[in-house]
């Protein structure tokens, strides 16, 4: 995603939206404030596929309420992100 706007895989994006699930077609990710964290990165621009499961570090800040819902309650600022590895998939989940 570039903000809140969906980028085709591949497309530079200098901000995204963390979320707590990916969704599918039928049932799309939620979009809860309390439960998305804007990623505003340092170095600018950031190339990941769509859905793909990222680590990010940055410093954690809590946003000023929106008045669209939608929006994130949360903000990681300076970050950088990193897509994270199958390994790092198997260790979080435990097999």
Do not use: C
Not at 61 to 68: F, T
Request: hydrophobic content about 40%; proline content about 7%; charged content about 20%.
């Amino acid at each position: 995603m570039d903000g809140y706007k969906f980028a085709r895989d591949g497309v530079p994006v200098p901000m995204f939206v963390l979320m707590p699930g990916a969704g599918h077609f039928l049932h799309p990710a939620h979009r809860d404030p309390d439960e998305t964290v804007d990623v505003w990165l340092k170095s600018g621009t950031v190339i990941f596929k769509n859905r793909q499961l990222v680590w990010a570090t940055g410093t954690f800040e809590r946003l000023p309420q929106h008045s669209v819902e939608e929006h994130a309650l949360y903000a990681l600022r300076d970050a950088s992100a990193a897509p994270a590895s199958s390994g790092d998939i198997s260790n979080l989940f435990g097999q």
